[in-house]
Nanobody, 121 residues
Framework: GGQLLESGGGSVQTGGSLRLTCAAS????????MSWFRQPPGKEREWVAN???????EYAPSVKGRFTIAKDTFPTTLNLEMNSLKPEDTATYYC???????????????WGQGTQVTVSL
């Protein structure tokens, strides 16, 4: 089996920064893509960013230029550096891993438990 474990969520004011971390283990390490998704209150889960095994990254337009996704190895962790945070970034953030990078949550095999990010005015 495999496991993803997020940490680093919290509450900040508009314009602030947070860094999310996701520790990967087991079968997760064989997946070709790792991503961040988020689910705002009362809304559907949405894709935020991904990084493939070659280090190529993609971002949703709403976060491009403000968020940075990166992956460390040994141990494998997925990070999301979030800057210039806005109230609309408030959501539960999930890391996910799957065979191929795309923005469809149904294509991801492994999911973390989620970490809450709250941005206030």
């Amino acid at each position: 089996g495999g496991q993803l474990l997020e940490s680093g969520g919290g509450s900040v004011q508009t314009g602030g920064s947070l860094r999310l971390t996701c520790a990967a283990s087991g079968s997760v390490l064989t997946q070709g893509c790792m991503s961040w998704f988020r689910q705002p209150p009362g809304k559907e889960r949405e894709w935020v960013a991904n990084i493939d095994s070659a280090g190529n990254t993609e971002y949703a337009p709403s976060v491009k230029g403000r968020f940075t996704i990166a992956k460390d190895t040994f141990p494998t962790t997925l990070n999301l550096e979030m800057n210039s945070l806005k109230p609309e970034d408030t959501a539960t953030y999930y890391c996910a891993a799957g065979p191929k990078c795309n923005d469809r949550s149904k294509d991801y095999v492994y999911w973390g438990q989620g970490t809450q990010v709250t941005v206030s005015l």
